[in-house]
């Protein structure tokens, strides 16, 4: 069975502009969460989506959105990038929203110029 | 709010040595406490889980036990491997409102010579 994917493997973007990172979770997974990893630290919670409704938001600011479509994939965006976003970026699936175990994608890679 | 500690590496041991690597948390009620393992370039695994209070996970030789007395969860292997290599995270999944919040330590790079 696949696990969870994310596209794109590498993105190298510059000050200011936006990013689209993409997760398909695996099938019949309804819940999608989105991590945060900074080189060296451990990974920060950003979101989590069950049924395509927010379910919680970790601290980061607005310029981070996220969104679940009816197939349950997700989109994370960044605006306004800073230097400070380079990182890699973790979704997660879950059968659901609270209790059960979260299986993570091999992330998207951002660096920020 | 929800945090977790864990010993700072990176750990250096010679294959067929014993680790333990050490987690101590602190979380209200009682929080669902993982290990994840992260090989370089890759996302996050799960290693082993524990839900409750004195429940041991295991896989791959690798165990740790839910203390809640002392609110650890140490990992430990009898013999490491050199593909036992990477950087292990422990992590809890705390009450908090119904959603999945996992919070995780900083990680300990583990790096093992034959």
């Known amino acids: 069975d696949a696990g969870v994917t994310q596209s794109p493997t590498h993105l190298i973007k510059t000050r200011g502009q936006q990013v689209t990172l993409r997760c398909s979770p695996i099938?019949?997974?309804?819940?999608v969460s989105w991590y945060q990893q900074v080189l060296g630290q451990g990974p920060q919670f950003i979101f989590q989506?069950?049924?395509?409704?927010?379910?919680g938001r970790g601290n980061f600011p607005d310029r981070f959105s996220a969104r679940q479509f009816p197939n349950y994939s997700s989109e994370l965006n960044v605006n306004a990038l800073l230097l400070g976003d380079s990182a890699l970026y973790l979704c997660?699936?879950?059968?659901?929203?609270?209790?059960?175990?979260?299986?993570f994608g091999p992330g998207t890679r951002l660096l920020v110029l | 709010g929800d945090s977790v500690t864990q010993m700072e590496g990176p750990v250096t041991l010679s294959e067929e040595a014993f680790l333990t690597i050490n987690c101590t948390y602190t979380?209200?009620?009682?929080?669902?406490l993982f290990w994840y393992v992260q090989y370089p370039g890759e996302g996050l695994q799960l290693l082993l889980k524990?839900?409750?209070?004195?429940d041991k996970g295991s896989n791959k030789g690798f165990e740790a036990t839910y203390r809640k007395e002392t609110t650890s969860f140490h990992l430990e292997k009898g013999s490491v491997q050199v593909s036992d290599s990477a950087v292990y995270f422990c992590?809890?999944?705390?009450?908090?409102?119904?959603?999945?919040?996992?919070?995780f330590g900083t990680g300990t790079k583990l790096q093992v010579i034959p």
């Open positions: 997660a699936s879950s059968l659901g929203s609270a209790r059960e175990t979260q299986y």
């Open positions: 099938s019949g997974h309804k819940s």
């Open positions: 989506y069950y049924e395509k409704e927010e379910r």
């Open positions: 979380a209200t009620g009682y929080p669902s």
């Open positions: 524990a839900t409750k209070a004195d």
């Open positions: 992590a809890l999944r705390g009450n908090s409102g119904g959603y999945q919040k996992v919070t």
